[in-house]
Nanobody, 123 residues
Framework: QVQLVESGGGLVQAGGSLRLSCVGS????????MSWFRQTPGKEREFVAA????????TYADSVKGRFTISRDNAKNTMYLQMNSLKPEDTAVYYC????????????????WGQGTQVTVSS
């Protein structure tokens, strides 16, 4: 099991930027692909972006492609989501998640989730 803690959320105006962080502890962080998801009330959790265990491969939802960048620093057990050109529709609770299996790509299911961090984009 890996414990995940997100931070960096907040209130920002449309067009602004935020950087989210997800710090992992427990299982060897560097062995697992990681992802960001988001959820708004009454809607299903939505995939945002994923990154392989080494950081060399990434994938994005079409809705954030070109605006968001996922990255990781395995030496710090930390994953990031740089969010630029934010839109009101990006408002959600953002969650990080760790893959079930080691060194797998792409990732299909997740073993561990963080508690989430709120991002609110005002128009």
């Amino acid at each position: 099991q890996v414990q995940l803690v997100e931070s960096g959320g907040g209130l920002v105006q449309a067009g602004g930027s935020l950087r989210l962080s997800c710090v992992g502890s427990g299982r060897t962080f560097s062995m697992y692909a990681m992802s960001w998801f988001r959820q708004t009330p009454g809607k299903e959790r939505e995939f945002v972006a994923a990154i392989s265990w080494s950081g060399t491969s990434t994938t994005y939802a079409d809705s954030v492609k070109g605006r968001f960048t996922i990255s990781r620093d395995n030496a710090k057990n930390t994953m990031y989501l740089q969010m630029n050109s934010l839109k009101p529709e990006d408002t959600a609770v953002y969650y990080c998640a760790a893959d079930q299996l080691v060194r797998r790509w792409p990732v299909y299911d997740y073993a561990d989730w963080g508690q989430g961090t709120q991002v609110t984009v005002s128009s």
